[in-house]
């Protein structure tokens, strides 16, 4: 069964901290990864797409990698920002079924 | 401009009653989608119209029915509301199947009581 596994469920950090989350997945074949920043009450944005050729990908302070190889995605914020507090989603595309497959969120709070 | 927008945001209903959540979108794209969180906040695909065609079907109760009067439009129709209905629903968009990117909309929170 296709899956994609986030850690942790759940982050508090203080402000100006670094942070990495984690996503495994077993999703095949594979199309690309993205990572969703999904606000209290609001719908997920996309913050980073990478295909399954790209090991990094930037967007300001955040920076996605990616191991085909092992099927594991990283998302590191740095200087974390009172903003950062959402949930933070893996979603890997079936390339099969195109199919968005989502995992479930690391739920991540930035204290001043 | 509200690229895709879902009214109403939120839905206090009975148990038994038929409601309808509405999705439009400003984006031009060819195919739109209907997802559900849980309580749990596991975003989860129930339905996907491409050019008013059904795509994807998940497994949905049938009282679940969508209906795409147009490319801009897909709103969803629920009979027979059930307390496991509960949850918030999210429409999306794309510029035709995966992987093009999804926009997804606000969100409508149903509550059934």
């Known amino acids: 069964k296709n899956q994609v596994e986030q850690s942790p469920q759940s982050l508090i950090i203080l402000e100006g901290k670094n942070c990495t989350l984690q996503?495994?997945?077993?999703?095949?074949?594979?199309?690309?990864l993205r990572w969703y920043k999904q606000d209290t009450g609001r719908g997920p944005v996309s913050l980073t797409i990478m295909t399954f050729s790209e090991n990094t990908k930037s967007n300001g302070r955040y920076t996605a990698t990616l191991d085909a190889d092992t099927k594991q995605s990283s998302l590191h914020i740095t200087a974390s920002q009172l903003s950062d507090s959402a949930s933070y989603i893996c979603?890997?595309?079936?390339?099969?079924?195109?199919?968005?497959?989502f995992g479930t969120g690391t739920r991540l709070k930035v204290l001043a | 401009d509200t690229a895709v927008s879902q009214t109403p945001k939120y839905l206090v209903t009975q148990m038994g009653n038929d409601k309808s959540i509405k999705c439009e979108q400003n984006l031009g794209h060819d195919t739109m989608y209907w997802y559900k969180q849980d309580s749990k906040k596991f975003l989860k695909i129930m339905f996907s119209y491409n050019n008013k065609e059904l795509i994807i079907n998940e497994t949905v109760p049938n009282r679940f029915s969508p209906k795409s009067p147009d490319k801009a439009h897909l709103n969803l129709h629920i009979n027979s509301l059930e307390l496991g209905d509960s949850a918030v629903y999210f429409c999306?968009?794309?510029?035709?199947?995966?992987?093009?990117?999804?926009?997804f909309g606000p969100g409508t929170r149903l509550t059934v009581l």
């Open positions: 979603v890997v595309i079936d390339s099969g079924t195109y199919k968005y497959i």
């Open positions: 999306a968009s794309s510029q035709r199947l995966a992987p093009n990117e999804q926009f």
């Open positions: 996503c495994n997945y077993t999703v095949s074949p594979f199309s690309n």
